[in-house]
Every structure is written in structure tokens, then in C-alpha cells.
């Protein structure tokens, strides 16, 4: 079983909808970092989080410490936030981190 | 800040060259990581290094690749002799220190071994 596993895999919406991806981890973490990766392969960080939640415009994270279990919602999809999104759990002793296989969204217009 | 740099964007070599992939971190991060991403197994930790220190090196896949940070702003992954499996996506990464701040990566240097 990998350390940190992500759902779902493929993702397909409409622009507009809700969006939820799913993030469990099963190792002690200092951090939870989500990634965005685009179609031309640049990572860009989203967010970084150990307690609560987070919003940046669109997006919000959350994360449950007692559940190991992180959210990333997206409100209002649009066709530009097709990308694959990587939950990386940072850990507590070592400091590396420890990638999900990535969620690869596409939202249609 | 430019934010992390690294070059090659791509290399293509031949079974057997030696490979050297280069990363400039941010200014005054501590912490640099390289990472591997392939569509097999995804991204993997390759090694990372706080200040200039290499502190965990167990993802280098073995003795054919070799890592080093000679000073704060400069850093090396070196694979000699490649093989057409080490063709990947390599990524650098830098944060400010090695535990709660947010990580900042490369563009990252697509790597194909004929």
C-alpha cells in the first residue's frame, strides 16, 4: 500500500462544478503540500498545510490530522484548472516528500 | 528571484554518456531536493541536502548516479554511464528550510537516453 494515495485517479467535469480530490496519507507528517503539474510539465506549489484549512482564490485546502485524510476543492471549475494535482506529504522526521500518483482533472467547457 | 533554475530543459544522449542536469536554487533557501518523474512510478525523492549536506540519499537508484552541492547555489546530478531507463523527467526542488515551508521546483530537464 503506498504511503499516501489519492482520489479519484481521472476526474472529468464541467466548467462550473464542484470539485473535490481526495488525499490519504499513512505516515506521520510535519506538512501536506498540494502540487498542480500543467500539460507543459512545470510544478507550481499550491498549498502547504498542517492544520485546518486554506483558500486561495478558487481553491481551498483542508486537512484532518487525527484522520490523515486532506481535501483540495475547487469552486467554479474552469477549463484552465485541467491539470494533474499531486498531494505530497511532508515527513516529520526526515523532512522529504512523499508524492500521490497525482489526480489528472479535465474540465470541459 | 527567478525562482529554481535548472538546465538542461532537455538532453538527449546515448546509452552509455555521462549525464550532468544542473539546478540554481532561490536565494537563501536551505534545503534542495532532486526529484525523478517517470509514468510508471510518478515523482520520487532522489536525495536532498540542507545546507549544502546530503541528508537522505536512499531514492538514488545506485552507484551509476551521484549528487552533489559544492556551495548554497549550485547543485549536480550526475548519471554515468546512463541507460535508456534512466529517461525521465528530473526535478529540483528548494524550500526554505527541510520541514515547514512550502517548495518551490524547476522547471525540470527531460532526460532521453537512445
Known amino acids: 500500500k503506498n504511503e499516501v494515495e489519492q482520489s479519484p485517479q481521472n476526474l472529468t467535469a464541467q466548467e462550473g462544478e464542484f470539485i473535490t480530490i481526495n488525499c490519504s496519507y499513512s505516515v506521520g507528517i510535519s506538512a501536506l503540500h498540494w502540487l498542480q503539474q500543467h500539460p507543459g510539465g512545470g510544478i507550481v506549489s499550491l498549498f502547504m498545510l498542517s492544520s485546518g484549512k486554506k483558500k486561495h482564490g478558487r481553491l481551498i485546502a483542508t486537512i484532518n490530522i487525527q484522520e490523515k485524510h486532506s481535501s483540495l476543492h475547487i469552486t467554479a471549475s474552469h477549463p484552465r484548472d485541467s491539470a494533474v494535482y499531486i498531494c505530497?506529504?511532508?515527513?516529520?522526521?526526515?523532512?522529504?516528500?512523499?508524492f500521490g500518483k497525482g489526480t489528472k482533472l479535465s474540465v470541459k467547457p | 528571484d527567478a525562482g529554481v533554475i535548472q538546465s538542461p530543459r532537455h538532453e538527449v544522449t546515448e546509452m552509455g554518456q555521462e549525464v550532468t542536469l544542473r539546478c540554481k536554487p532561490i536565494?537563501?533557501?536551505?534545503?534542495l531536493f532532486w526529484y525523478r518523474q517517470t509514468m510508471m512510478r510518478g515523482l520520487e525523492l532522489l536525495i536532498y541536502?540542507?545546507?549544502?549536506?546530503?541528508?537522505?540519499d536512499s531514492g538514488m537508484p545506485e552507484d551509476r548516479f551521484s549528487a552533489k552541492m559544492p556551495n548554497a547555489s549550485f547543485s549536480t546530478l550526475k548519471i554515468q554511464p546512463s541507460e535508456p531507463r534512466d529517461s525521465a523527467v528530473y526535478f529540483c526542488a528548494s524550500s526554505l528550510n527541510w520541514l515547514n515551508t512550502e517548495a518551490f521546483f524547476g522547471q525540470g530537464t527531460r532526460l532521453t537516453v537512445v
Open positions: 505530497a506529504a511532508r515527513r516529520g522526521s526526515q523532512g522529504n516528500l512523499i
Open positions: 536565494s537563501g533557501h536551505n534545503s
Open positions: 541536502f540542507n545546507n549544502n549536506v546530503p541528508i537522505d
